[in-house]
């Protein structure tokens, strides 16, 4: 009888990264569709690559918010894509983490020599969002679809109300407490006694280091001008301390609301996708590897009965893949962490400085500890760029990639993404 395969792993390599620039919700690409914008990026993506009409191993991405007849989006965007047909594709959701599992998906099958290539992506528009009707409305106007006779029709037509036609606009806000995520972060901000002015120097901090990224060229083969724009329009290369505290707080109540527009992500869309690859096939082709995927992990918390904040999964994701790797907190040489909020980077930080937090809620002896501010999001980040949610983790991936590349052989770079439901993705790369 034949034997089966025991597979060896070896680490996938990150070959490259493209991404659109993103856009303020209802600005550039207000009539752009989610498929227009991930198709636009995997395109992008081939022309850096010379991928045109190349079959890879698969394609996988997702959007957090998707019409129906967006059932495999990415399939759809790889048929219209210069990919070759014939490279099979799917969807994946895990919220704002949703680019980065999708990254991790492909990372794994490449490790375990199922593929030789892939593409991981996410895009996702509040523009174009999906509007829906109620469960009665809906009922009524698939018994019309079906009705075979004109009394049928008459019939579900005649148990339309006024009132069902008023459409569901999808909500930022958790089903299960129905808070807003930024509700939700506020809460943890006060409960980790967050102040309103660290809030704002990370968010200028983080304005100023993209623009400064662009000025340099950084962004230059991580970035294809779309629909008119060639940097993400969220950017304030000009954000100040002082102007941000003009800003009135949007989330949470009362005196201790420290949560603006200026320190937390603004609504907004864009696609972004990765290629990754063993480093035979790139070597194959002539393709640089920046960077390696080295291990992941994924945590959620309740959040629903008060055992933790919403975001605060990767506090709990971190330590399982550190003590899994050998590592400390402080063996990085860069940090990203997804600022969906300034007070959720801020809050994160705190708890794995808190030697009562990290005993009590992590099981540790001892706290992770600090890290070196100065290697945090250099380069800029959410609040800076935008968050299309399913976009972001793609950006990030690509962005630490390229990074560790320009900073040379044996480097390693951390990333921390919190996503709604309460969960949370983090990963280790290394150049
Ligand atoms: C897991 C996760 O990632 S969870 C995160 C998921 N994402 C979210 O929940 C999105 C949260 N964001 C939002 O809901 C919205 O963007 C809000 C509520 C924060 C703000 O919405 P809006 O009020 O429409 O914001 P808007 O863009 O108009 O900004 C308000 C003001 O702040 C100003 N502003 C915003 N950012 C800055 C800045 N960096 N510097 C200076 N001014 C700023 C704007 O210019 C505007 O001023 P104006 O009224 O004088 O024009």
Redesign the pocket.
């Given at each position: 009888m034949a034997t089966t395969r025991t597979p060896a792993t070896r680490r996938a390599a990150i070959v490259g990264g493209n991404r659109i620039p993103f856009a303020?919700s209802n600005s550039a690409y207000a009539q752009a569709s989610n498929q227009d914008m991930l198709t636009a990026t995997l395109d992008g993506l081939v022309a850096r690559f010379g991928l045109q009409g190349q079959q890879l191993g698969e394609v996988v991405a997702g959007a957090v918010l998707k019409h129906s007849r967006d059932f495999n989006l990415t399939r759809e965007s790889v048929l219209g894509s210069r990919l070759s047909a014939t490279t099979p594709a799917y969807d994946v959701q895990q919220?704002?983490g949703t680019g980065l599992e999708a990254a991790i998906l492909v990372a794994n099958k490449i490790a375990l020599g199922q593929i030789e290539s892939g593409i991981a992506g996410g895009v996702d528009t509040t523009s174009d969002a999906p509007l829906a009707v109620g469960d009665d409305l809906r009922r009524v106007l698939i018994s019309l679809n079906n009705a075979r006779t004109v009394q049928d029709r008459l019939k579900a037509l005649a148990r339309i109300r006024p009132g069902q036609l008023v459409p569901e606009i999808p909500r930022?806000a958790e089903p299960r407490t129905g808070l807003?995520?930024?509700d939700h972060?506020a809460i943890t901000a006060q409960e980790w006694e967050i102040g309103r002015e660290e809030q704002d120097e990370l968010?200028v901090r983080s304005?100023r280091n993209m623009a400064a990224a662009y000025d340099r060229g950084f962004f230059d083969d991580l970035v294809t001008p779309y629909l008119g724009l060639t940097r993400d329009n969220n950017l304030?290369p000009d954000?100040?301390m002082e102007?941000?505290a003009t800003?009135e707080p949007?989330?949470g109540k009362g005196e201790g609301a420290t949560m603006?527009?200026?320190n937390?992500?603004?609504?907004t869309d864009g696609a972004s996708a990765v290629l990754l690859a063993s480093d035979e096939w790139a070597a194959e082709r002539g393709l640089p590897v920046l960077a390696h995927v080295v291990d992941a992990q994924t945590a959620a918390v309740d959040y629903v009965h008060g055992g933790e904040g919403l975001?605060m999964a990767p506090v709990y994701a971190m330590p399982v893949m550190l003590a899994r790797n050998g590592l400390t907190l402080q063996d990085f040489d860069f940090y990203e962490i997804?600022e969906?909020?300034a007070s959720?980077v801020l809050a994160t930080l705190k708890a794995w400085e808190d030697p009562a937090f990290c005993k009590e809620k992590l099981g540790l002896d001892a706290p992770l500890g600090s890290i070196d501010r100065s290697k945090l999001n250099v380069n800029g980040s959410?609040?800076a760029a935008g968050?299309p949610?399913a976009a972001?983790g793609g950006r990030i991936v690509a962005q630490l990639a390229k990074m560790l590349h320009e900073a040379g052989p044996g480097k390693r770079g951390l990333i921390s993404?919190?996503?709604?439901g309460g969960q949370g993705v983090v990963a280790i790369l290394e150049s």
């Open positions: 303020r919220a704002c930022n807003a995520m930024g972060a968010a304005h304030r954000s100040s102007k941000l800003l949007v989330f603006t527009a200026g937390s992500t603004p609504l975001l997804h969906a909020f959720t959410s609040l968050h949610f972001t993404i919190c996503a709604a």
